[in-house]
């Protein structure tokens, strides 16, 4: 696999205030306008602020034909070579229509170092990429993880996923509607957290040009609705929105939240005042996470989920101890079985007389 060459990891003052002023006009200002060039400010912004860039990042690799069919593999340098780390599965928003995984590399940046694998994963845009084919690749990219992130010093076992907006209906469905797994024949405990952060998960009837280019093809329409999908089962859920976002409404995760609350699925709802759609992933880059909320949140529920799996994998190996003993101590003793002939007589192919 190619291996990109590292970047320099901090630059000098003038340039650091450029890029930081760049980034926030790209965001705040005017940000519909070049929607690529805005996603890589922020991630040129985290670079140039980040003095010690110590993680090892390979790709673009591509898990599909397509040419958005790509990911990113973070882990950082510091890792011990024979660590199996959890793993973070990213998806990127920009309303299904642009975005790429290279342009989320403050992701990796941020939470390798935290003791994560970290996978930017790239999905089909519009308009090849309208539904389903987003959710199509999204669990296409979870099954190349699942099978080859070890390669990466990732563990298999711990998979969780994550995405903003866009990203983040991707992420969410995927953990909610089992279809799109099942087809590609992967366990049912495959993923083991899913972490939403300002996503639309109940969006009918459809508003705006990036709503109905993605889904106005869909039929039924219910069904590209992640709360149709909300189940007892779902694995662990993380929502997190911004009060002041103005472009994917909060109502969304509080749907979401009470559809699976009223399931008795284990979910968790975050409303952080005073943030908006962009400023809520803006959080998680350099310089802009001084305000640590969205940054802590996601890591104490990831910290929390691999502290109970890891309880939970104690248990099962008790409970399997347990039981094997149980069946040792039910079973039968041996019975004596007596050689027809002397060892040694078999052992020589000697004939032994028949009488004495």
């Known amino acids: 696999m190619e291996k990109k060459p590292k970047e320099p990891g901090g630059c000098c003052l003038v340039q650091m205030i450029f890029v930081l002023a760049l980034t926030v006009l790209a965001y705040n200002v005017y940000h519909q306008v070049w929607p690529d060039l805005r996603h890589h400010l ?17 790709g673009p690799i591509a898990y599909g034909r ?6 990113t593999v973070t882990r950082s340098e510091a890792a011990r070579s024979d660590a199996a780390l959890p793993v973070l599965v990213f998806f990127h928003g920009g309303s299904w229509a642009n975005g790429s995984p290279e342009a989320y590399g403050f992701i990796g940046r941020n939470f390798a170092p935290r003791g994560f694998v970290v996978v930017n994963a790239g999905y089909r845009l519009v308009p090849e990429g309208r539904y389903p084919a987003m959710l199509a690749d999204s669990a296409a990219a979870v ?19 994550m995405g903003h907006s866009a990203g983040a209906y991707n992420a969410v469905m995927l953990g909610l509607d089992r279809r799109w797994t099942r087809r590609l024949g992967l366990p049912e405990d495959t993923i083991d957290g899913v972490i939403g952060l300002a996503g639309p998960y109940d969006f009918l009837p459809l508003e705006g040009e990036g709503m109905t280019n993605a889904f106005g093809e869909a039929k039924p329409l219910t069904a590209t609705q992640p709360i149709r999908f909300a189940r007892k089962g779902a694995p662990p859920m993380l929502l997190i929105t911004g009060a002041d976002d103005e472009q994917v409404s909060p109502d969304n995760v509080r749907k979401l939240y009470d559809a ?32 640590r909320r969205v940054k802590d949140e996601v890591s104490r529920f990831l910290r929390e989920q691999i502290r109970d799996a890891a309880r939970e994998r104690v248990r099962s190996e008790r409970r399997a101890r347990e039981m094997a003993a149980t069946r040792d101590a039910d079973s039968p003793p041996a019975r004596e079985v007596r050689d027809a002939a002397p060892p040694a007589a078999q052992a020589s192919g000697d004939i032994q007389p028949a009488g004495g």
């Open 42 to 58: 922020l991630d040129k912004a985290d670079l140039a602020f980040t003095f010690r860039n110590d993680v090892e990042v390979r």
């Open 66 to 71: 397509h040419e958005d069919q790509v990911l």
């Open 143 to 161: 099954k190349w993880t699942a099978r080859n992130i070890a390669r990466y010093g990732g563990d298999p076992d711990q998979i969780y996923l």
């Open 260 to 291: 699976l609350a009223a399931k008795g699925a284990p979910v968790r709802r975050v409303v952080l005042d005073d943030i908006g759609h962009i400023t809520l992933v803006m959080g998680l880059a350099k310089p802009f996470d001084h305000d």
